[in-house]
C-alpha cells in the first residue's frame, strides 16, 4: 500500500521547477525503484507524500561526448541504458560494469543513475566507480547551476546536500579522470542477482609503461555512511610495482580509511577482512581478467 | 490389447492454460461486493502482555468500521495445526492460542484488529492505536526458556511442550566397542516457506445464514474445523472453499489468519471481511521450519560398521504450539529407517520460546534430521578413511527391513540403487579426483553427498483417509471431486492421470475443478505428508474402478454380452480379447441420461481408510567451489537421485525435485529468519531473506529409481517433500571435502565459512569447527 497524497508529472525543468516552488514538500521520483519501496515501507518521510514525476524530460535523458571528451551523463539514465552505452562501454567500462549488477533486469530498466546517488544508500552500486571517476554532480535549481564533486554530494545515509527546489541534472566526467585508466567493481553480496552489497569496492587504475601504478582510484560502499575514497591506499600505491606484496598493503592501507561496523549481517572482522581482500581483486580483474592467479 | 498408459506419461497440467493466460483466480481475485478489510495490530515486543489500549485517535481515523480487542471475539483456545482432529483428547494439538491476545509470546503477536472500508485506511489507523505493556524476559533459545528461573511461556505450562525417546540395544555398550567415537553438534537456521501468494482469506454470512471463508488453505476440510472451534460454531455451520493457491509449502498446513476473519464478519453482522498478510507479515508472523539441535554420538569399527547411534534433539517451537513435537520428535523413526546399528538412542523435547511459531515446512523435520544425521554420518566416513557412498552402502538399511519404530516392513526400499545410480550418473569418482587438481591459492573444490529416507503419509502414527467421487457426463467425459488439495504442486493432474487410466479414458476425458468446497468435496485431510497422490490415489483408484464397473454393466447388459468379456479402452467399451468395439464410452454415458427405459445416471464415490506407509530414499551429490579468500561457496553442480516407485509424470515430478533442490540448496548456503536479542524479526522481505534466485542455482539434475511399489495405489510413493531432504548437507560433505573442516551450522555463509576455515587453519587440532 502507497501512502501517496498525490502526483505531478513534469514535462521539462521548468515544470520541476514551478511544481516544486507550488509543494516544496513534493518529493521528485523518476524510476520510483527506491522512492517507491520506501513509501510502501512507511519509511520516515516517506509517507503522506506527494510525488513530482519527472521521468518524461527530454533534457535528463541521454549521453553526450563534449569535443574535449567531458561526458555528460543524464540524470535519468537507466541503469540499462548506462550498461549498454557504447561510449560508455568504451570509455566509462567500470561505469558500465557496476551498474550491470543493480538488482534484477526490471529494476535496471527503471532505476536511473541520478536516482541512485540522490537516494545516497551508502551501498548503491554506481557510487563507487562514479566517486573513482571524480565525477562532478551538476545540480540545477530555478535561479542557478552548480556543479559539485561526487564526495561532497553526500552527507548522510539517504541525505545528500541537496537544497529545496534543486534537482541533480547530469553528471560530468573529464577525460583526465578516464584515459588511460582500467577498472573493475566488486559487489559483496549473498546472491548473485536481486540483492544489496554487504560490502562493495571499485578499483580504477592507470599503468605506466614500467607497469607501476602511475595512479589508483579506490572507493568502497557500505564501508561507512556513505561511499568513501582510499587517500592512504592510493597515496601508498603512486609509483609502486604491481606484484602481490603491493597489493596486500594496498589492502591494509584501505583500513587506515574503511569505517565499517559490525550488524546482523556480518561482523566488523569479517568486512575489514573483506576490505583488505577486494582492492587487489579489482586491480588483478580490471588488468588481467582474473581476480589472483595473474599478478604475483 | 495393447492399452495406451495414463501412468507414466508427461501429460500437461490441467491448469496450465488457465495460468498462463490469467485467468486462474486465487483468492484475492474474485469480486466481492461491499468488502470490508481488516489488518492486524502487531506486538512490538516478543514477552509480555497488554496492559492497556488506548483507541481513541484509531476510532477516528478516515474509513475505520471498528477497532477490534482481544474481548471483543471469542476467547475459546484452540489449535492451529493442520491434522486430523483426535477422538483421543490427549492425542489432540495443543489449544494454546486466541484469535487475539493480550499475552503477548511472539514479536508481532495479533494483538487487535482494524477493520475499515479500504486496506490501507485500516493500516493507517493502526499506528493510531497506542499499547502499553507489561514487558517480561525474551527466551530466543530452548537454553533461555529451560533456565530454572525461565517464566512459563503459557501459564500453567511447562516451556518443554513435548519429549520423547526411542531406542533399541545399550548405546553406551555399543560406544565401549567402538574403535573411534564420533561427536557433533548440528544446528539448523529458521527457514520460512516464502509462498508467492501471501495469507488471504475473506469471510461472510452466505445466504443460508453460515458462515462461509474463501482461503488459500491446504487443508479446507481442517480449516472448516478449526474455524469453528475458534469461534464456537457447529461445524456444518462453517463452509470452506479454496481456489486455485499460490503455493503453500506447509505454511497453509496450518489455520492462522481464518478463524479471526471468520470472528471479524461476525461481529460486522456477517459483511464480507477480507485479511491479507503482508510479504513482511508472512515472513515474520506465520510459521516457519523449526531450528533444531541436534547432538550426535557415533561409535563405529575401523571396517565401517557402525556400533552405536545416539542422538539427541532439542527443537524451537517458538511462541505457539502449532505442529509442536510432532516435528522434532519424529527423528528416531527414519536414521532407523535409513542406517543399522547395533544400538540406537533417540531422545527429543520441544520447547516454547519467543521466537516465531514454528509449524509444518516441506519435510516435516526431515531436512533438519537429514543434514544432522548426513553430515555425522559423513564425518564418521571421513574419520575411518572410506568413502562416503562406499560407508552409505555398507550400513543402510536393507530391501524389506521392518522398522521397528515406524511399524512397517520397508517394502521396495531402493537405498542401495540410489548410491550406485548416483555414483554413476554424477560422476562421482571423477569429479572427487578433478575436486584435488583444481584447486588454487584462493579457490577449492569438493564433492559431497547424502542420503535420506522418507515415509509416505502419517500411518502409522495418524489418521490417513481419502475421498473421490466421480460423474460420468453425457459426451462421456468424467468429473472428478476429490478432497485432496491442489497446491500447485500438481496433484489435481496427477490423480486425473489415475483416474483415466483405470477407466481406460483419455487424461482430458477427465475434468477437475480448481475449488475445492467442504460441503460438496468428499473429506481429505488436505495437502501435506506427500499424501496426496498415495493416499488420494487409493480413492481416486476405488471411484475409478467403481466406475469402470457401472460402466461396463451397463455395456453387458444393453448388448448382452458377459461383463468379464469386457473391457474400457481408449474412450471405448471393447471386447477384451480382440479389441472389438462394442460401443463408445460417449454412447454408452449418453444412454445412461436419457434413454427413456433405462436411464440412471452414473455416479461412484470412494472413501478410503489407509493402513501402510511405502518407504521412499533418495541420495543428493554435489559439487562446489570454495573461495576461501571471501568463505563463499559457489554450487556447481546439484544431482538428485530419487526411489519414489513408480513416476505418475516426469514433468510434474521433476518440477518437483528441482523446486525443492533449490529450496534445499538455499537452505545450506544462505537461507535463514534472524531475529534481534529482544525478539524482532530482522530480515522479514525478500531482500533481507535470501532466497536464492535463478543466477545462484546451478542445472538441477534429477535422477530416478523408478520401480512399481508393492503397495502404491498406481506403484507410486512419496517425491512431494523427500527432494528437500538432502541437498544441504550434500553441499556441506561437499564444502568439507574441499576445505577440509567440518561445519556444524548451516547456512553456510561466506563470513561462516570464513571463520571456520580460517580459525581451523589456525588450530593443530581438527574437529568441528565452532562458529
Given at each position: 500500500?502507497?501512502?501517496?497524497?498525490?502526483?505531478?508529472?513534469?514535462?521539462?525543468?521548468?515544470?520541476?521547477?514551478?511544481?516544486?516552488?507550488?509543494?516544496?514538500?513534493?518529493?521528485?521520483?523518476?524510476?520510483?525503484?527506491?522512492?517507491?519501496?520506501?513509501?510502501?515501507a512507511?519509511?520516515?518521510?516517506?509517507?503522506?507524500?506527494?510525488?513530482?514525476?519527472?521521468?518524461?524530460?527530454?533534457?535528463?535523458?541521454?549521453?553526450?561526448?563534449?569535443?574535449?571528451?567531458?561526458?555528460?551523463?543524464?540524470?535519468?539514465?537507466?541503469?540499462?541504458?548506462?550498461?549498454?552505452d557504447?561510449?560508455?562501454?568504451?570509455?566509462?567500462?567500470?561505469?558500465?560494469?557496476?551498474?550491470?549488477?543493480?538488482?534484477?533486469?526490471?529494476?535496471?530498466?527503471?532505476?536511473?543513475?541520478?536516482?541512485?546517488?540522490c537516494?545516497?544508500?551508502?551501498?548503491?552500486d554506481?557510487?563507487?566507480?562514479?566517486?573513482?571517476?571524480?565525477?562532478?554532480?551538476?545540480?540545477?535549481?530555478?535561479?542557478?547551476?552548480?556543479?559539485?564533486?561526487i564526495?561532497?554530494?553526500?552527507?548522510?545515509?539517504?541525505?545528500?546536500?541537496?537544497?529545496?527546489?534543486?534537482?541533480?541534472?547530469?553528471?560530468?566526467?573529464?577525460?583526465?579522470?578516464?584515459?588511460?585508466?582500467?577498472?573493475?567493481?566488486?559487489?559483496?553480496?549473498?546472491?548473485?542477482?536481486?540483492?544489496i552489497?554487504?560490502?562493495?569496492?571499485?578499483?580504477?587504475?592507470?599503468?605506466?609503461a614500467?607497469?607501476?601504478?602511475?595512479?589508483?582510484r579506490?572507493?568502497?560502499?557500505?564501508?561507512?555512511?556513505?561511499?568513501?575514497?582510499?587517500?592512504?591506499?592510493?597515496?601508498?600505491?603512486?609509483?609502486?610495482?604491481l606484484?602481490?606484496?603491493?597489493?596486500?598493503?594496498?589492502?591494509?592501507?584501505?583500513?587506515?580509511?574503511?569505517?565499517?561496523?559490525?550488524?546482523?549481517?556480518?561482523?566488523?572482522?569479517?568486512?575489514?577482512?573483506?576490505?583488505?581482500?577486494?582492492?587487489?581483486?579489482?586491480?588483478?580483474?580490471?588488468?588481467?581478467?582474473?581476480?589472483?592467479?595473474?599478478?604475483? | 490389447?495393447?492399452?495406451?498408459k495414463?501412468?507414466?506419461?508427461?501429460?500437461?497440467?490441467?491448469?496450465?492454460?488457465?495460468?498462463?493466460?490469467?485467468?486462474?483466480?486465487?483468492?484475492?481475485?474474485?469480486?466481492?461486493?461491499?468488502?470490508?478489510?481488516?489488518?492486524?495490530?502487531?506486538?512490538?515486543?516478543?514477552?509480555?502482555?497488554?496492559?492497556?489500549?488506548?483507541?481513541?485517535?484509531?476510532?477516528?481515523?478516515?474509513?475505520?468500521?471498528?477497532?477490534?480487542?482481544?474481548?471483543?471475539?471469542?476467547?475459546?483456545?484452540?489449535?492451529?495445526?493442520?491434522?486430523?482432529?483426535?477422538?483421543?483428547?490427549?492425542?489432540?494439538?495443543?489449544?494454546?492460542?486466541?484469535?487475539?491476545?493480550?499475552?503477548?509470546?511472539?514479536?508481532?503477536?495479533?494483538?487487535?484488529?482494524?477493520i475499515?472500508k479500504?486496506?490501507?485506511q485500516?493500516?493507517?489507523?493502526?499506528?493510531?492505536?497506542?499499547?502499553?505493556?507489561?514487558?517480561?524476559?525474551?527466551?530466543?533459545?530452548?537454553?533461555?526458556?529451560?533456565?530454572?528461573?525461565?517464566?512459563?511461556?503459557?501459564?500453567?505450562?511447562d516451556?518443554?511442550?513435548?519429549?520423547?525417546?526411542?531406542?533399541?540395544?545399550?548405546v553406551?555398550?555399543?560406544?565401549?566397542?567402538?574403535?573411534?567415537i564420533?561427536?557433533?553438534?548440528?544446528?539448523?537456521?529458521?527457514?520460512?516457506?516464502?509462498?508467492?501468494?501471501?495469507?488471504?482469506?475473506?469471510?461472510?454470512?452466505?445466504?443460508?445464514?453460515?458462515?462461509?471463508?474463501?482461503?488459500?488453505?491446504?487443508?479446507?476440510?481442517?480449516?472448516?474445523?478449526?474455524?469453528?472451534?475458534?469461534?464456537?460454531?457447529?461445524?456444518?455451520?462453517?463452509r470452506?472453499?479454496?481456489?486455485?493457491?499460490?503455493?503453500?509449502?506447509?505454511?497453509?498446513?496450518?489455520?492462522?489468519?481464518?478463524?479471526?476473519?471468520?470472528?471479524?464478519?461476525?461481529?460486522?453482522?456477517?459483511k464480507p471481511?477480507?485479511?491479507?498478510?503482508?510479504?513482511?507479515e508472512s515472513?515474520?508472523?506465520?510459521?516457519?521450519?523449526?531450528?533444531?539441535?541436534?547432538d550426535?554420538?557415533?561409535?563405529?569399527?575401523?571396517?565401517?560398521?557402525?556400533?552405536?547411534?545416539?542422538?539427541?534433539?532439542?527443537?524451537?517451537?517458538?511462541?505457539?504450539?502449532?505442529?509442536?513435537?510432532?516435528?522434532?520428535?519424529?527423528?528416531?523413526?527414519?536414521?532407523?529407517?535409513?542406517?543399522r546399528?547395533?544400538?540406537?538412542?533417540?531422545?527429543?523435547?520441544?520447547?516454547?520460546?519467543?521466537?516465531?511459531?514454528?509449524?509444518?515446512?516441506?519435510?516435516?523435520?526431515?531436512?533438519?534430521?537429514?543434514?544432522?544425521?548426513?553430515?555425522?554420518?559423513?564425518?564418521?566416513?571421513?574419520?575411518?578413511?572410506?568413502?562416503?557412498?562406499?560407508?552409505?552402502?555398507?550400513?543402510?538399511?536393507?530391501?524389506?527391513?521392518?522398522?521397528?519404530?515406524?511399524?512397517?516392513?520397508?517394502?521396495?526400499?531402493?537405498?542401495?540403487?540410489?548410491?550406485?545410480?548416483?555414483?554413476?550418473?554424477?560422476?562421482?569418482?571423477?569429479?572427487?579426483?578433478?575436486?584435488?587438481?583444481?584447486?588454487?591459492?584462493?579457490?577449492?573444490?569438493?564433492?559431497?553427498?547424502?542420503?535420506?529416507?522418507?515415509?509416505?503419509?502419517?500411518?502409522?502414527?495418524?489418521?490417513?483417509?481419502?475421498?473421490?467421487?466421480?460423474?460420468?457426463?453425457?459426451?462421456?467425459?468424467?468429473?472428478?471431486?476429490?478432497?485432496?488439495?491442489?497446491?500447485?504442486?500438481?496433484?489435481d493432474?496427477?490423480?486425473?492421470?489415475?483416474?483415466?487410466?483405470?477407466?481406460?479414458?483419455?487424461?482430458?476425458?477427465?475434468?477437475?475443478?480448481?475449488?475445492?468446497?467442504?460441503?460438496?468435496?468428499?473429506?481429505?485431510?488436505?495437502?501435506?505428508?506427500?499424501?496426496?497422490?498415495?493416499?488420494?490415489?487409493?480413492a481416486?483408484?476405488a471411484?475409478?474402478?467403481?466406475?469402470?464397473?457401472?460402466?461396463?454393466?451397463?455395456?453387458?447388459?444393453?448388448?448382452?454380452i458377459?461383463?468379464?468379456?469386457?473391457?474400457?479402452?481408449?474412450?471405448?467399451?471393447v471386447?477384451?480379447?480382440?479389441?472389438?468395439?462394442?460401443?463408445t464410452?460417449?454412447?454408452?454415458?449418453?444412454?445412461?441420461?436419457?434413454?427413456?427405459?433405462?436411464?440412471?445416471?452414473?455416479?461412484?464415490?470412494?472413501?478410503?481408510n489407509?493402513?501402510?506407509?511405502s518407504?521412499?530414499?533418495?541420495?543428493?551429490?554435489?559439487?562446489?567451489?570454495v573461495?576461501?579468500?571471501?568463505?563463499?561457496?559457489t554450487?556447481?553442480?546439484?544431482?538428485?537421485?530419487?526411489?519414489?516407485?513408480k513416476?505418475?509424470?516426469?514433468?510434474?515430478?521433476?518440477?518437483?525435485?528441482?523446486?525443492?533442490?533449490?529450496?534445499?540448496?538455499?537452505?545450506?548456503?544462505?537461507?535463514g529468519l534472524?531475529?534481534?536479542?529482544?525478539?524482532?524479526?530482522?530480515?522479514?522481505?525478500?531482500?533481507?531473506?535470501?532466497?536464492?534466485?535463478?543466477?545462484?542455482?546451478?542445472?538441477?539434475?534429477?535422477?530416478?529409481?523408478?520401480?512399481?511399489?508393492?503397495?502404491?495405489?498406481?506403484?507410486?510413493?512419496?517425491?512431494?517433500?523427500?527432494?528437500?531432504?538432502?541437498?544441504?548437507?550434500?553441499?556441506?560433505n561437499?564444502?568439507?571435502?574441499a576445505?577440509?573442516?567440518?561445519?556444524?551450522?548451516?547456512?553456510?555463509?561466506?563470513?561462516?565459512?570464513?571463520?571456520?576455515?580460517?580459525?581451523?587453519?589456525?588450530?593443530?587440532?581438527?574437529g568441528?569447527?565452532?562458529?
Amino acid at each position: 500500500m502507497y501512502d501517496m497524497t498525490g502526483y505531478h508529472e513534469a514535462h521539462s525543468l521548468t515544470d520541476v521547477f514551478k511544481l516544486m516552488q507550488a509543494d516544496p514538500t513534493a518529493r521528485l521520483v523518476a524510476g520510483g525503484t527506491d522512492v517507491l519501496v520506501k513509501i510502501r515501507a512507511a519509511a520516515p518521510h516517506y509517507a503522506d507524500t506527494t510525488l513530482i514525476g519527472i521521468s518524461r524530460i527530454t533534457a535528463l535523458k541521454g549521453c553526450t561526448l563534449e569535443a574535449d571528451g567531458t561526458f555528460n551523463i543524464g540524470a535519468l539514465m537507466t541503469f540499462d541504458q548506462i550498461e549498454h552505452d557504447s561510449l560508455i562501454q568504451t570509455h566509462l567500462g567500470l561505469l558500465s560494469q557496476a551498474v550491470s549488477l543493480v538488482g534484477g533486469p526490471q529494476t535496471r530498466r527503471m532505476g536511473t543513475v541520478g536516482g541512485n546517488i540522490c537516494n545516497a544508500g551508502p551501498a548503491a552500486d554506481s557510487a563507487p566507480s562514479l566517486f573513482t571517476y571524480n565525477a562532478q554532480i551538476e545540480i540545477q535549481s530555478e535561479s542557478n547551476v552548480r556543479q559539485v564533486p561526487i564526495a561532497q554530494f553526500y552527507v548522510g545515509p539517504g541525505r545528500t546536500i541537496l537544497k529545496p527546489g534543486e534537482i541533480v541534472t547530469k553528471i560530468k566526467i573529464a577525460p583526465e579522470d578516464y584515459r588511460g585508466f582500467v577498472g573493475h567493481y566488486t559487489k559483496f553480496a549473498r546472491r548473485k542477482a536481486l540483492d544489496i552489497a554487504n560490502l562493495s569496492c571499485a578499483a580504477l587504475i592507470k599503468v605506466s609503461a614500467e607497469q607501476r601504478i602511475e595512479a589508483l582510484r579506490i572507493c568502497f560502499g557500505a564501508a561507512g555512511p556513505v561511499p568513501l575514497r582510499m587517500p592512504q591506499a592510493e597515496a601508498y600505491a603512486r609509483h609502486q610495482p604491481l606484484n602481490r606484496a603491493v597489493l596486500n598493503t594496498i589492502g591494509e592501507y584501505c583500513l587506515k580509511d574503511t569505517q565499517t561496523i559490525s550488524d546482523w549481517r556480518n561482523s566488523k572482522v569479517f568486512r575489514d577482512h573483506l576490505v583488505t581482500i577486494l582492492p587487489g581483486r579489482d586491480i588483478s580483474m580490471a588488468l588481467r581478467g582474473d581476480e589472483d592467479e595473474a599478478i604475483g | 490389447m495393447d492399452k495406451k498408459k495414463i501412468i507414466g506419461q508427461a501429460e500437461q497440467r490441467w491448469d496450465a492454460i488457465a495460468k498462463v493466460k490469467g485467468q486462474a483466480s486465487y483468492t484475492g481475485d474474485f469480486p466481492i461486493r461491499n468488502l470490508l478489510h481488516a489488518k492486524i495490530l502487531r506486538a512490538t515486543i516478543a514477552h509480555g502482555y497488554v496492559k492497556h489500549y488506548d483507541i481513541t485517535e484509531a476510532e477516528k481515523m478516515p474509513g475505520v468500521v471498528k477497532v477490534v480487542l482481544p474481548e471483543d471475539i471469542p476467547a475459546t483456545p484452540y489449535a492451529t495445526a493442520g491434522h486430523p482432529w483426535n477422538l483421543t483428547p490427549e492425542k489432540r494439538d495443543i489449544e494454546d492460542r486466541n484469535m487475539l491476545t493480550r499475552h503477548v509470546r511472539v514479536y508481532g503477536d495479533d494483538i487487535a484488529a482494524i477493520i475499515a472500508k479500504t486496506e490501507f485506511q485500516a493500516q493507517k489507523a493502526l499506528a493510531k492505536i497506542k499499547v502499553d505493556y507489561d514487558v517480561y524476559p525474551v527466551y530466543l533459545t530452548p537454553e533461555a526458556a529451560m533456565a530454572p528461573d525461565a517464566k512459563q511461556i503459557h501459564e500453567g505450562h511447562d516451556n518443554v511442550l513435548g519429549r520423547s525417546k526411542v531406542g533399541y540395544g545399550d548405546v553406551e555398550q555399543g560406544f565401549n566397542e567402538a574403535d573411534f567415537i564420533v561427536k557433533r553438534h548440528l544446528s539448523t537456521p529458521v527457514q520460512q516457506h516464502l509462498h508467492l501468494e501471501n495469507q488471504i482469506a475473506v469471510a461472510y454470512q452466505s445466504d443460508d445464514q453460515r458462515w462461509f471463508c474463501l482461503s488459500s488453505t491446504q487443508i479446507p476440510h481442517i480449516c472448516r474445523r478449526i474455524i469453528a472451534q475458534a469461534n464456537g460454531l457447529p461445524w456444518s455451520q462453517v463452509r470452506v472453499k479454496k481456489p486455485f493457491i499460490g503455493g503453500g509449502f506447509g505454511n497453509k498446513q496450518d489455520v492462522i489468519i481464518e478463524p479471526l476473519t471468520v470472528a471479524l464478519s461476525r461481529l460486522m453482522g456477517g459483511k464480507p471481511v477480507q485479511l491479507a498478510l503482508t510479504r513482511e507479515e508472512s515472513i515474520a508472523y506465520t510459521r516457519t521450519r523449526h531450528a533444531i539441535d541436534f547432538d550426535f554420538k557415533i561409535g563405529v569399527m575401523k571396517d565401517g560398521r557402525m556400533t552405536a547411534i545416539d542422538c539427541d534433539v532439542v527443537s524451537n517451537q517458538g511462541g505457539y504450539a502449532s505442529h509442536g513435537h510432532a516435528v522434532g520428535g519424529k527423528g528416531g523413526t527414519f536414521i532407523n529407517a535409513l542406517y543399522r546399528a547395533d544400538n540406537l538412542r533417540f531422545t527429543a523435547k520441544t520447547v516454547y520460546t519467543n521466537i516465531g511459531t514454528a509449524g509444518a515446512m516441506r519435510g516435516y523435520g526431515m531436512p533438519q534430521l537429514v543434514y544432522a544425521l548426513e553430515c555425522a554420518i559423513d564425518d564418521v566416513a571421513t574419520q575411518i578413511g572410506m568413502d562416503p557412498i562406499q560407508f552409505r552402502q555398507l550400513n543402510h538399511q536393507p530391501d524389506g527391513y521392518y522398522n521397528q519404530f515406524g511399524k512397517t516392513k520397508q517394502r521396495d526400499f531402493r537405498i542401495e540403487d540410489c548410491l550406485v545410480k548416483g555414483r554413476e550418473a554424477f560422476n562421482w569418482d571423477q569429479k572427487l579426483a578433478q575436486a584435488q587438481q583444481k584447486t588454487t591459492s584462493t579457490k577449492k573444490y569438493g564433492v559431497g553427498m547424502a542420503a535420506f529416507a522418507f515415509g509416505t503419509a502419517v500411518w502409522p502414527f495418524g489418521l490417513e483417509v481419502a475421498g473421490a467421487h466421480l460423474i460420468a457426463l453425457p459426451d462421456g467425459t468424467f468429473k472428478l471431486h476429490i478432497g485432496a488439495t491442489e497446491i500447485g504442486q500438481g496433484a489435481d493432474t496427477a490423480l486425473s492421470q489415475m483416474a483415466a487410466d483405470t477407466l481406460g479414458v483419455s487424461f482430458e476425458a477427465i475434468i477437475r475443478d480448481s475449488m475445492t468446497d467442504t460441503d460438496t468435496d468428499p473429506f481429505d485431510t488436505g495437502a501435506y505428508a506427500s499424501r496426496q497422490s498415495y493416499v488420494g490415489g487409493y480413492a481416486v483408484k476405488a471411484a475409478a474402478e467403481k466406475m469402470k464397473q457401472k460402466l461396463i454393466e451397463r455395456a453387458a447388459t444393453t448388448y448382452d454380452i458377459r461383463p468379464e468379456f469386457l473391457d474400457i479402452v481408449a474412450n471405448q467399451v471393447v471386447y477384451a480379447t480382440d479389441g472389438d468395439l462394442v460401443v463408445t464410452v460417449k454412447d454408452l454415458v449418453m444412454a445412461s441420461y436419457y434413454d427413456l427405459a433405462t436411464a440412471k445416471a452414473l455416479e461412484t464415490h470412494a472413501s478410503v481408510n489407509i493402513h501402510n506407509n511405502s518407504y521412499a530414499s533418495g541420495c543428493s551429490l554435489a559439487e562446489v567451489e570454495v573461495d576461501v579468500a571471501t568463505g563463499q561457496v559457489t554450487l556447481l553442480s546439484l544431482m538428485n537421485v530419487h526411489d519414489s516407485g513408480k513416476i505418475i509424470n516426469p514433468l510434474l515430478a521433476s518440477g518437483q525435485v528441482e523446486g525443492a533442490m533449490a529450496m534445499s540448496a538455499a537452505y545450506g548456503l544462505n537461507e535463514g529468519l534472524v531475529y534481534s536479542a529482544e525478539g524482532r524479526p530482522l530480515n522479514n522481505n525478500m531482500l533481507d531473506y535470501k532466497l536464492p534466485t535463478m543466477m545462484d542455482l546451478p542445472d538441477l539434475d534429477k535422477v530416478f529409481v523408478e520401480t512399481v511399489d508393492p503397495l502404491g495405489p498406481y506403484g507410486n510413493k512419496a517425491l512431494g517433500e523427500t527432494p528437500t531432504c538432502s541437498p544441504a548437507p550434500a553441499i556441506r560433505n561437499a564444502v568439507k571435502n574441499a576445505i577440509g573442516v567440518e561445519i556444524g551450522k548451516i547456512p553456510l555463509t561466506p563470513e561462516v565459512v570464513y571463520q571456520a576455515y580460517h580459525q581451523a587453519q589456525a588450530t593443530v587440532e581438527g574437529g568441528i569447527a565452532d562458529v
